[in-house]
């Protein structure tokens, strides 16, 4: 069992910058691929970034790539998502989860039951505004 607790939500101007983080405990986080999801109210839950569990490999939407910048420390068992240049449709609740089996990274963010990439554990979510 892994348990998943995200930190770092909050309130922004446009334009401005936060760092997400997703702290494990209960198991590794080095054996799983991480991925960031945010849903915000009345829409879909969206995959934002993912990361490989073997060597940091990354994958972005295209609604965040070039902004956003996800990174893990395994000695802290930490997955952390650098947010720059934070648009108002950014605002969402952001969710961490992890997966001990995936099949492609892509796969993974955009959460294919069809091929199997389900995530395994989910954290419970921190509020990211973005408003001026």
């Known amino acids: 069992q892994v348990t998943l607790v995200e930190s770092g939500g909050g309130l922004v101007q446009p334009g401005g910058s936060l760092r997400l983080s997703c702290a494990a405990s209960?198991?590794?986080?080095?054996?799983?691929?991480i991925g960031w999801f945010r849903q915000a109210p009345g829409k879909e839950r969206e995959g934002v970034s993912c990361?490989?569990?073997?060597?940091?490999?990354?994958y972005y939407a295209d609604s965040v790539k070039g902004r956003f910048t996800i990174s893990r420390d395994n000695a802290k068992n930490t997955v952390y998502l650098q947010m720059n240049n934070l648009k108002p449709e950014d605002t969402s609740v952001y969710y961490c989860?992890?997966?001990?089996?995936?099949?492609?990274?892509?796969?993974?963010?955009?959460?294919?039951?069809?091929?199997?990439?389900?995530?395994?554990?989910w954290g419970t979510g921190t509020l990211v505004t973005v408003s001026s």
């Open positions: 209960g198991h590794p986080l080095r054996y799983y691929g």
């Open positions: 990361i490989s569990s073997s060597d940091a490999t990354t």
């Open positions: 989860a992890a997966v001990g089996m995936y099949t492609t990274l892509q796969a993974m963010c955009n959460e294919d039951p069809s091929t199997g990439n389900v995530m395994d554990y």
